[in-house]
T-cell receptor, first 115, second 109 residues
Framework: EAGVAQSPRYKIIEKRQSVAFWCNPI?????LYWYQQILGQGPKLLIQ????????DSQLPKDRFSAERLKGVDSTLKIQPAKLEDSAVYLC?????????????FGPGTRLTVL | LAKTTQPISMDSYEGQEVNITCSHN???????ITWYQQFPSQGPRFIIQ???TKVTNEVASLFIPADRKSSTLSLPRVSLSDTAVYYC??????????FGSGTRLQVQP
């Protein structure tokens, strides 16, 4: 079974530039999550999709972050404009259903450095 | 939402059993306890999940006392490859996971 795919793996940009990350979840997984992990901390949820609808985006900085999941499969996360404090690893995860007891499968992440 | 407390770091040697205890005093009746493992430059990986008493799989065991206010992840005979960050999570009724800072386990030869 193929895992969660993410690209790019690394990205370096200057502040005020824009950047986009892509995620392809495990086939058949209805729920997709984007997490932000700052160095030395645990992952923090940014947004959760159930199919192509948003379930929870309460911690997404909506003035600069946006995400979409067209057709309920792939997803993109965009930052525009980026700030220095956005430097982090952005993790995508997926699960079959959307209950907390369901196993989430994480991708390798995209490491973003904002200069 | 139940908050968890776990040691920041632990050290062990190859072949030893490692026990990482997590405190979750405010756990709710319908909360499950889940542990994830994260290696450098990788996303977290599910290890084990339980509700009460003891759960064992091919990787680890999870011990949960009757009051469920704490839990212990037990890794038998660790190897260098078990060096990672281990996260204890308590969630139910929420769809996403709430991670703390985890426990950094360093296994020495």
């Amino acid at each position: 079974e193929a895992g969660v795919a993410q690209s790019p793996r690394y990205k370096i940009i200057e502040k005020r530039q824009s950047v986009a990350f892509w995620c392809n979840p495990i086939s058949g997984h209805a729920t997709l999550y984007w997490y932000q992990q700052i160095l030395g901390q645990g992952p923090k949820l940014l947004i959760q999709f159930q199919n192509n609808g948003v379930v929870d985006d309460s911690q997404l900085p909506k003035d600069r972050f946006s995400a979409e999941r067209l057709k309920g499969v792939d997803s993109t996360l965009k930052i525009q404009p980026a700030k220095l404090e956005d430097s982090a690893v952005y993790l995508c995860a997926s699960s079959l259903v959307s209950v907390s007891t369901d196993t989430q499968y994480f991708g390798p992440g995209t490491r973003l450095t904002v200069l | 939402l139940a908050k968890t407390t776990q040691p920041i770091s632990m050290d062990s040697y190859e072949g030893q059993e490692v026990n990482i205890t997590c405190s979750h005093n405010n756990i709710a009746t319908n909360d499950y306890i889940t542990w994830y493992q994260q290696f450098p430059s990788q996303g977290p990986r599910f290890i084990i999940q339980g509700y009460k008493t003891k759960v064992t799989n091919e990787v680890a065991s999870l011990f949960i006392p009757a009051d469920r206010k704490s839990s212990t992840l037990s890794l038998p005979r660790v190897s260098l490859s078990d060096t990672a960050v281990y996260y204890c999570l308590v969630d139910a009724g929420r769809r996403a996971l709430t991670f703390g800072s985890g426990t950094r386990l360093q296994v020495q030869p």
